[in-house]
């Protein structure tokens, strides 16, 4: 069994979050699901739902696999060292850390993307990058894996890029037989990226 | 303002109903999302995370919208008056009840689809079909709107049949711009539906 901690904060994007947990959900006999925050209480997501949090911070940094979402709550402008700190030592143990969205510009502030390949949010793209200035920011790319890291463009990209680490976990069967049941059109090519040239970065 | 109310019940698919919220939640200059329930506690999800409850459904069913997702814990087999009652006092009002996955066997088991065209989730199609045995259901489809019945195909399917409905109400080109903003690789067409074949259907 590997352990998923899913980290919110108030205001992190909708989809960044439960894109992920529906294709990650469905291996419930491999995989344990936690929602983490800094606090106990409900958290907020950027649409005004709120998720019961399961355990904070503090209780535990030790998961197999970290999800961290972005959306406009996301804590980079207003570093919050609580969580940043927590990503830093969930890392020493993690076997990968996604992020998705600029979820990225958040995990690049703790350094841990230094000297890496990495992406993020095309619309955010100019944005996001001053928070890692030392990251190789790939500007076309549905997601990036580099070693442990794997970061992924806007919102739905974050389903693509979970199916790439289910399909890298469990076999290519098991990520295909999870799209399939979902109805979902895989983009199963990580350079596939047609928003980058929208928002004129290619 | 619009109103919309997005059902919950035990063990409701996740991105049935995070799909569309993520679409129809970035128009909240035009869009107030409320989440229903039968009862007031947090609701968990078919992936084991907990949502709070905004309204009951004894306190209103007057609104706009209606979203009712599916999954496992879809209330067919065992009817939930209170919730079939609701649906069918909900419609009275409503420009648009729109029902992502095994949502739509849920709606066809108040009558409201008899008569009408409609589809479901692919992969339990031929189990959906006996809820609504009065229903025109389709088998190859990614959404049907008969009326003010919007009915989509499995899980991610939700999320194509919301940008269609945004685009009813507000437009094409803001249909696009969340389409852009949450790089989404929209399906606009609504016949497109290659699990249809797969699951042997067609």
Not at 167 to 188: C, M, P, Q, V
Request: aromatic residues 10%; contains cysteine; glycine residues 8%.
């Amino acid at each position: 069994m590997k352990t998923l901690a899913a980290l919110v904060f108030p205001e992190f994007q909708t989809l960044d979050l439960f894109g992920p947990l529906e294709m990650f959900g469905d291996l419930d006999d491999e995989i344990e699901v936690t929602v983490v925050a800094e606090k106990a209480e409900p958290v907020v997501s950027r649409h005004g739902q709120y998720i019961s949090v399961d355990k904070t911070l503090s209780q535990s940094s030790t998961y197999d696999l970290i999800l961290i979402p972005g959306g406009r709550g996301t804590p980079v402008e207003n570093k919050n060292s609580a969580i940043n700190d927590w990503i830093i030592e969930a890392e020493k143990h993690a076997q990968f850390i996604m992020a998705v969205c600029t979820g990225g510009a958040l995990l690049a502030t703790t350094g841990l993307l230094d000297g890496r390949r990495a992406t993020t949010n095309k619309q955010d793209f100019i944005w996001s990058k001053p928070f890692g200035p030392c990251v190789d920011w790939v500007t076309q790319a549905r997601w990036v894996k580099d070693g442990k890291f794997y970061t992924s463009s806007g919102v739905s990209a974050g389903i693509d890029m979970s199916l790439a680490v289910i399909s890298s976990l469990f076999g290519n069967e098991t990520a295909e037989k999870i799209a399939l049941e979902t109805e979902y059109d895989w983009h199963r090519d990580p350079d596939w990226d047609p928003f980058a040239k929208h928002h004129g970065l290619v």
